[in-house]
RNA sequence: CGGGGUAUUGUGUAAUGGUAGCACGAAUCGUUUGGGACGAUUUAGUCUCGGUUCGAAUCCGAGUACCCCGACCA
């Protein structure tokens, strides 16, 4: 992979790089406390945890019903979620391409679309002119194709792009898990027949069961059997169990595998192991993969040479992961009562460096802080990424109570009370015992 | 798109039709310093438009926005 793609080391410090350290007095960031750890809560019409605790915890902002800004921190998030995904992607044989938002209506007419998708955002140009705004990409990467794909030696190929998608939903809800501009993986395959697309497809699965478990929910995530929609009889959706979803899914007792509720009306037994035996969940959707078939090369024309010299339509397939609501997923399935706890892999920072201010007077206060950069300068040699609370005017209760609801998974103290042991205190925030680090030890922890 | 609800300062909330208040936040000063610490001072608000009224945050009408349920959801 290194020699195929010798830049990539190089773009993934580049992606990261901004992100590796921060001092979180200048954080571009406020917390508020929860309103659900509050007395004053009544309960009733609350919006989905993942969005009270990424609001109040300064990682999302919302502009409006269904769009969100993503602050430092959630764009941290954001981006280790992107590599993750890109890294498979890049290992399952995907090109990294960037398409169009802006995409013309004449496209969208012609695969029949442009009035029968009722989520699509148009817009208006000058003149008579309109537009689509991208809700998905078959629409550009069907005839880009045909620009490029004309032998059976062109094919398999595959190409996928990390964009901004829009759909008019007609009700956006639960903060990051529906909105009506999100990013999007979107991976598209290119076969000479069924077979091959077949293949693809559940070596497909096997990728996006690995993203999901790096993501840290690949344990609640359930392959699930639902309609093609308008591309295909079938297609399989990638569940992630909580009650904060909004979609049911039927958990097969003895293979694990999952069908939606129109399936489940379809055919009553496990469509995989025959079985009548399941669990009915709350999910949410975090992927979706389709055999597209013919469905788009045919009205795009989009034609391949085979090896005995005939001409045939080239076989489809387009799989998707929405990134922000995998996020908001992630953070439903991850959380208690005092805020998240994000998996090491997609955490903004994996080190959550705190001083704590000894009383004025002790003449310990410059060597806490002295001690404290240090370490802050150590860790960031190591190439961990560390956030530093070196807020001097903060009591040592509101740092933890912000840590906890920020939910780094390692948080180092620093302060009077170790500093007397040559230690720091590291506590794992999916854990509630802590431990004294000598600091000479320290540099060993992440290796 | 149908139904329901809400709209008061950055956040969370009070106020019989009669002086818009509290808490958190933010700012300054001082005291604190291992679980959102304390005191003092300060900052900032009635979604928009119209109506009723001597007087409207409050009542009425329209609009807008957000939230919830449903329908919809490549």
Redesign the pocket.
């Known amino acids: 992979m290194d020699k195929a793609f010798p830049r990539l080391r190089a773009r993934d410090d580049l992606f990261t790089s901004f992100i590796n350290h921060m001092l979180q007095s200048k954080l571009f960031y ?4 929860p ?1 659900f750890a ?1 007395e ?1 809560r009544t309960g009733e ?4 945890i993942s969005n009270e605790l990424l609001v109040n915890a300064g990682f999302i902002d ?1 502009l ?3 769009v969100y800004s993503f602050l430092p921190l959630g764009f941290s998030v954001l981006k280790n979620v992107e590599n993750i995904i890109r890294k498979n992607m890049i290992d399952a044989g995907g090109q990294e391409i960037l398409m169009p938002v802006l995409q013309p209506k004449e496209n969208w007419i012609k695969t029949g679309r442009w009035n029968n ?3 699509l955002f148009k817009v208006n140009g000058s003149g008579d002119k309109e537009y689509a705004l991208g ?2 990409h078959e629409e550009v990467v069907s005839p880009l194709a045909k620009k490029n794909v004309f032998s059976y030696r062109d094919l398999p190929i595959s190409v996928f792009q990390i964009q901004t998608k829009f ?1 008019d ?6 903060g990051l898990l ?1 909105t009506r501009e999100f990013l999007m993986k ?1 991976l598209y395959s290119f076969h000479a027949n069924q077979e091959d697309l077949d293949k693809y497809y559940e070596k497909m699965i096997k990728v996006y069961f690995n993203i999901f478990k790096e993501l840290g929910i690949g344990k609640q995530t359930y392959l699930t059997l639902a309609s093609g ?3 295909s009889k079938y297609s399989h959706e990638f569940q992630m169990v909580t009650d904060a979803g ?2 049911i899914i039927y958990i097969c007792n003895k293979c694990k595998t999952a069908v939606n509720k129109e399936i489940k009306n379809e055919t009553p037994a496990c469509p995989n192991c025959s079985s009548d035996s399941f669990v009915e969940k709350k999910a949410v959707e975090v992927g ?1 993969i ?1 055999k597209l078939g013919t469905k788009y090369s045919l009205p795009f024309d989009l034609k391949f040479k085979d090896s005995d010299g005939s001409e045939k339509p080239v076989i489809m397939g ?1 799989y ?1 992961i929405g990134l922000g609501r995998s996020i908001g997923a992630v953070v439903e399935a991850s959380h208690d009562e ?1 805020g998240i706890i994000w998996p090491k892999e997609i955490a903004p920072f994996l080190v959550h460096l705190i001083e ?5 007077g002790s003449g310990q206060a410059k060597k806490v802080k002295a001690t404290a950069e240090k370490i802050y300068q150590d860790l960031q040699k190591q190439g961990i990424q560390v956030l530093y609370d070196d807020r ?2 903060k ?4 740092k ?3 840590a ?2 920020i939910g780094i998974p390692y948080r180092i ?1 620093v ?4 500093l007397a042991k040559n230690s720091v ?1 590291v ?1 794992e925030r999916n854990k509630k015992s ?1 431990k004294l680090v000598k600091i000479k030890q320290l540099s060993k922890l992440f290796k």
Do not use: W, Y
């Open positions: 406020k917390t508020n406390k309103s509050s004053l019409e609350k919006s989905a919302q409006m019903a269904g998708l009722d989520v809700p998905t759909r939903e007609l009700r956006a809800k639960s529906r979107d929609g308008t591309f909004e979609d979706n389709f387009c998707g005092k704590i201010n000894p009383s004025t001097e005017d009591s040592a209760g509101e933890f109570a912000e906890d609801l103290v302060s009077e009370k170790t205190e506590k802590t």
